[in-house]
């Protein structure tokens, strides 16, 4: 069965592999199907790409969303587009100034916490303002000493509803879901089971998605249980979406996930990568027996 990863972070969001170091892992992993999804960017995906270039490894572009849905910030990833259309470029400059504006906030909210100076060190982890997040503020605090962990640094201060964690004006949910729909990508809603929303508020994130012109729904990750008798598998289907999978691997600060280990995609649903004829062109280049086996 093909391995395939299609969640991951590099240090181009609040990962800690760079682009480079992450696709070597994954080869290392045995991954064959690898997407790199940092949050808000597509910045490491030429660097990505040109290693991935010497290696039995297909890299697709990826970026994962922060958007707006009633309120609520919600992910959605976008899988396999050209990284460098402008109307991207555009989207994701929005998006780099909303992180670099939030990142002052957070730093200000964590120096009335009592917390000084918090944003440049942030920002050293970050590689630059327009990619900071919630995660290199909780790395600057177990730095400090403040907390044990990057764990508790979210349960005191950075997890929604404390007070550090500030929201943003993100795109909303429709405009995202067209701009990547207007440049060929195919588009993911992202750990349908980690928010916090009651049934009814999930089935309408569901349709609205759908609604929106959504492809595919996420897996839950193998930490998390699918639901009451396959609610997820069943929802996927029964909606009409295809399914991905992805492990949401960020190196060191969660070094409990590995890349290419992720709960698959069960073989009664569409996986996203047998629509991709990029992914099919490859499987016959490089005489692969996955084509035809793939689950
Ligand atoms: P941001 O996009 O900056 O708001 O950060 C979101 C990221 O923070 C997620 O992708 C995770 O990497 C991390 N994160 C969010 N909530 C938690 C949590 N409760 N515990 C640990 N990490 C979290
Ligand atoms: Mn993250
Ligand atoms: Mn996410
Ligand atoms: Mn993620």
Redesign the pocket.
Known sequence: MVRVDLHTHSTFS?GSLSPEELVMRAVRQQVQILALTD?DSVDGIAPALNVAAHQAIFLVAGVEL?VLWEGKVIHVIALNFPHEAPQLTKLLRQQHELRAERGRAIAQALAVLGFQDTYEDAIKLACGPEHV???HF?QVLVHRAVVND??QA?DRYL?DGRKAAISANWVNLQSAVEVMKGIGATTVLAHPLRYTLSATQKRKLFCAFKDAGGDAVEMASLQESAGPSGWLSDTIRKMGFRASQGSDF?GSSTPWLELGRCRPVPDDLEAVWHAWPQWQEWCLKHGSVFLHSSG
Do not use: E, K, P, T
């Open positions: 609040d949050h922060s997040g919630r995660l909780a990057v764990q979210f997890r960020h």
